[in-house]
């Protein structure tokens, strides 16, 4: 196996006193390792082995090349809890009854996506609305977390639930309260993180597991509300516009076709992660990547006026559409450059190795965790010019055009197990941040001091909290 700490493991606990257990973020806790071992290791911590995968070429591996062998998932006592048994998407192990819910997932993602009208609509009608917000600031230093939070929480709200479904609504609005404050509760979410590799932690009176997983059980019994009351008046004859109708869709062929395994798949208890899964990664992330790139814009107002200027030229007055995508480059360039630079996902949601297998001719035998370190790669300056430096021009070529494939670039994790709401993201994010550049410029709150660009790491990584001022644009 790769190199790493042999001597110092202890019973129960493995290497877990190797770790940095004060740092502020979970991947910087593991650089002692890396500065001795090189940028793939391993160690055991508690019951299980892991490795780390840190360099362009073993994260390009393990998730590209041998997704297949690296497609499982850590079936630890917090993740089984909040998936109630691993019956999720993101977090359950690889097998039929993933494979069949990833399916209905992308599935339901890509007829919504596939109807421009429907979904430009819905993203517009909410961007209208915060843009109407920030109109009404005049000019005030405000937060803009809650505001983004909510606009995309809206957009999520239309394709889960359906159309006229909004956080106006009491249920809603308070499943979206949950999310936020379990997403933001940083530094219970990195030490349920570390207890979790030791199995012996479950049978202990620690307050930090009843933190994480209880909040999951109200998400739950809010969505089990509207799940019951859309079967109750469900229409197979209706079209299906939203994700809980395509799911329960599912469920009405399987009992006609007098498929039991396939309806085991297709209960209750898979419904609630489902769902959850749409509003914990489709909602969250694309608020936080946001929040990201209104603090670097505000950081380097250079790009945040050639990018107005292209807006100008492209779309002037009118309402920005997703028609003129192949004209505004620049909005994508500074989309992947925050992704690249903001890491909102900076350690991937743990692999695990489904057989015996190699990672950059080490061998990695089955049940392995695998934790890829994405964040490393995108700071590589071996992959990257001045990789701390915020500049969306490195995505684009000498005539200006989007370079889409650089290699390197990980957040959304390729291979098997990718993010199967990336092509939602990029949809939200580009007439999201059109509107709001096309109507405002953003500033600091005070001159001369711009939000700091550190990351606080939960869930997932966000911008520390900021205030800025939204200028309406003459």
């Known amino acids: 196996m790769p190199p790493g700490p042999r001597v110092t493991t202890l019973p129960v606990l493995g290497n877990i006193f190797s770790l940095d257990l004060k740092a502020e973020k979970l991947t910087d806790s593991f650089n002692g390792l890396k500065d001795k071992y090189g940028r793939v290791f391993s160690l055991k911590l508690g019951s299980y082995k892991v490795v780390m995968a840190a360099s362009p070429d073993a994260v390009h591996e393990l998730l590209v090349k041998k997704s297949a062998d690296y497609a499982g998932r850590q079936q630890t006592y917090a993740l089984s809890s909040i998936t109630l048994g691993g019956r ?118 620690i307050k930090a597991y009843d933190r994480f997983i209880k909040p999951f059980y109200k998400m739950f019994d809010i969505i089990r509300i509207f799940l019951r009351e859309r079967e109750k008046n469900f229409d197979t004859e209706q079209p299906i516009q939203d994700l809980i109708s395509g799911l329960i869709l599912a469920k009405k062929e399987a009992e006609r076709e007098n498929d039991p395994e396939k309806a085991a798949f297709l209960s209750e208890d898979y419904f609630v992660n489902t769902v959850e899964d749409m509003f914990i990664a489709g909602y969250e992330t694309t608020g936080t990547t946001m929040r990201w790139a209104l603090a670097m814009l505000v950081n380097y107002p250079k790009y945040q006026e050639d990018i107005q200027r292209q807006l100008d030229e492209v779309v002037g007055d009118r309402t920005p559409s997703l028609n003129d995508r192949p004209s505004l480059p620049l909005i994508h360039a500074t989309i992947i450059e925050t992704l690249r630079l903001g890491n909102v996902v900076p350690l991937a949601v743990p692999h695990s190795t489904l057989n015996d297998t190699t990672l950059c001719g080490y061998r990695v035998p089955k049940g392995t965790i695998v934790l890829p370190n994405t964040e490393s790669v995108h700071l590589d300056p071996k992959c990257w010019e001045n990789p701390t430096e915020f500049n969306p021009y490195r995505h684009l070529d000498d005539e200006g055009k989007l370079i889409t494939n650089q290699g390197n670039y990980f957040p959304f994790g390729p291979g098997r197990r990718f993010c199967a709401g990336e092509p939602l993201a990029k949809v939200e994010l580009f007439l999201f941040m059109s509107c709001l550049l096309q109507k405002f410029t953003f500033v600091a709150e005070k001159d001369g001091c711009p939000p700091k660009l550190k990351g606080l790491y939960g869930f997932t990584q966000f911008p520390a909290p900021y205030k800025i001022r939204a200028i309406k644009r003459k």
């Open 88 to 205: 999720d998407v993101v977090f359950s192990h690889y097998g039929p009854g993933w494979k069949l819910h990833r399916k209905l997932f992308t599935t339901a993602l890509r007829q919504y996506l596939s109807d421009i009208p429907l979904i430009e609509s819905r993203v517009l009608v909410q961007a209208k609305k915060l843009t109407k917000y920030m109109e009404t600031l005049k000019g005030k230093p405000f937060d803009p977390s809650a505001s983004l939070n909510r606009t995309v929480a809206d957009v999520i709200c239309g394709i889960t639930v359906g159309e006229g479904y909004d956080t106006t609504n009491p249920n809603l609005d308070r499943l979206l309260k949950l999310n936020v404050d379990f997403v933001s509760d940083h530094d219970n979410v990195q030490l349920v993180r570390i207890l979790d590799f030791v199995p012996v932690t479950q049978y202990l009176p």
